[in-house]
């Protein structure tokens, strides 16, 4: 029980990091997706609610400059990263593959450049890191005081 309960708050600092290490990028590098900025040759058109979906995201969306970096790579990356350290079957069979088309997906839709996708794989190597290195001094200190209270 320890354990699991030791995994979600692991995971609960991985995610809200990961979010807040984004948002700092869009208020450090203010950028504009590029559906935004360029006319295109050709619009975007796709099946069932596509229309919809991107036009609410237009009226709804409040903040225009959101593209660096890409914090939906970032999150995506990051919660893949915690099922393979915890659930290797929820990996394989359903966060790896999001993990692999979703930033793709965010490249074709115009929602971000390359870049951005990049720079979200930089900060999720970082958020990774540094959440890993905080939560290490409190591992070694609960496994000292169950040594302690065994004696």
């Keep these: 029980m320890q354990r699991k309960l030791r995994a979600i708050e692991q995971s609960l600092l991985v995610v809200v ?9 869009y ?15 050709f619009e975007l058109h796709g099946v069932w609610m596509f229309d919809v979906l ?9 903040a225009r400059c959101d593209a660096f ?3 939906h790579s970032d999150v995506t990356w990051l919660v893949a990263a915690l099922a393979w350290r915890h659930d290797r079957r929820s990996f394989y069979w ?15 839709l115009r929602y971000h450049y390359g870049v951005d996708v990049l ?23 609960v496994t000292r005081a169950r040594l302690t209270s065994l004696a």
């Design 54 to 62: 991107r036009r609410g995201i237009w009226v709804l969306e409040a």
């Design 17 to 25: 990091a990961g979010f807040l290490i984004s948002y700092l990028g």
């Design 27 to 41: 208020i450090l590098v203010p950028a504009r997706s590029p559906y935004r900025l360029y006319p295109y040759p």
């Design 69 to 71: 970096p890409s914090g």
């Design 94 to 108: 359903f966060f790896g593959p999001i993990a692999v088309l979703l930033p793709i997906g965010t490249v074709y």
């Design 119 to 141: 720079a979200g794989a930089f900060f999720a190597i970082v958020t990774w890191r540094m959440c890993m290195a905080l939560g290490a001094p409190r591992e070694a200190g």
